[in-house]
């Protein structure tokens, strides 16, 4: 269960659909075993990327204040 795309590949808002879309699947319940492991694992990996983007966001909202 590979995302469409690369975390990196993807908009913010991308990444969030994909695993919003991935926990309901998850919580469903009716996804086999393998999946249910590959899919935490792509969740995982989209959790990171997406933490990845706000810390940079924050960090250039940040040098905003500090420069204005």
Excluded at 28 to 46: I, R
Excluded at 49 to 57: G, S
Aim: glycine content about 2%; hydrophobic content about 40%.
């Amino acid at each position: 269960m590979d995302t469409e795309n690369k975390p990196q590949e993807l908009s913010f808002e991308a990444a969030l659909a994909q695993l919003q879309d991935l926990v309901k699947k998850m919580e469903s319940g009716t996804l086999p075993l393998a999946d249910s492991v590959a899919a935490y694992e792509t969740g995982m990996k989209l959790k990171a990327y997406l933490e990845q983007m706000l810390k940079e966001a924050e960090l250039k909202i940040e040098q905003l204040k500090t420069t204005a």
